[in-house]
């Protein structure tokens, strides 16, 4: 079992910045890639960036050059740092771990909201 607790949404002007948190706990031994998600509403469910256990990263189109995927294997935590926010990423943003055995299904956290004003 892994348990995601994210954090450092909320709300932000058109152009401003904000960077969430996603603290894992539990079997973290398995952990392989991490990646960030995210629901506007009447909308699917989206990838936005996920980074490998190595490091190697991937963006959605929409987010690249603006937003950057990090994480800190000691601290067990990935960083989603979100720049130049337009109004079109108001979502819910979601955490998610996928696990080193592939017949497990992926973790996901509570998510947070995040709110760009025009």
């Known amino acids: 079992q892994v348990q995601l607790v994210e954090s450092g949404g909320g709300l932000v002007q058109a152009g401003g910045s904000l960077r969430l948190s996603c603290a894992a706990s539990?079997?973290?031994?398995?952990?392989?890639?991490m990646g960030w998600y995210r629901q506007a509403p009447g909308k699917q469910r989206e990838l936005v960036a996920a980074?490998?256990?190595?490091?190697?990263?991937n963006y959605a189109d929409s987010v690249k050059g603006r937003f950057t995927i990090s994480r800190d294997n000691a601290k067990n935590t990935a960083y989603l740092q979100m720049n130049s926010l337009k109004p079109e990423d108001t979502a819910v943003y979601y955490c998610?771990?996928?696990?080193?055995?592939?017949?497990?299904?992926?973790?996901w956290g509570q998510g947070t909201q995040v709110t760009v004003s025009s």
């Open positions: 998610n771990a996928v696990l080193i055995d592939p017949t497990i299904s992926p973790y």
């Open positions: 539990g079997s973290i031994f398995s952990l392989n890639a």
């Open positions: 980074i490998s256990s190595g490091g190697s990263t």
